[in-house]
């Protein structure tokens, strides 16, 4: 998930229509990806706009597929297409501690352990084993967020992680 004006995550996004009733596939940043609909209601991007809708909807094969307040036909879900998906932080469970999720790291700045600069978290990705975190600087860093092993320090308040990590690799 990605943090957008500070206060709200992007949870994905539109792909398209579904079907004739103005049902919707959805791309989801959540894990397991169906949870997605379980976070409403979603504020929905629409250019420089938040509109709130709620929503409802299940996984289908391996989509997300949703059913949007007011979103009644086909060519009103067409028009969604593209649309990102925010929620308000306050709407995710709370997590245990030593627990984060990925909008609390995106934007911190990665340092090794003497303090040498890496770069800032410019986005996650799930590999099966650990999350990578990817890293912006002065060359782009994929570093395993393995906590304990590599990630040996997250302090969200002064927006930084301290890494084992060498600045050659």
Partial sequence: MSQHDD??????????????KGWVRVFSNTSPRENIVGYGPWLLELGDEFKTVAVSGRLQGKNVVASI???????QADELTGCRIFIKPEQLPRLEAGEYYWSDLIGLSVETL???????????METGADDVMVLKGERER??????????????????????????EY
Wanted: glycine letters at 10%; one cysteine or more.
């Fill in 114 to 124: 003497q303090g040498d600069p890496l770069g800032e978290v410019a986005s996650m």
């Fill in 69 to 75: 307040e007011g979103i009644e036909d086909r060519t």
């Fill in 7 to 20: 206060d709200l995550i992007c949870v994905g996004h539109i792909l398209g229509s579904q079907g004739i």
């Fill in 142 to 167: 994929l570093i395993p967020f393995a906590v304990d092993h590599i990630v040996r320090e997250v302090d969200l308040v002064n927006r930084r992680l301290v890494v084992d990590w060498s600045t």
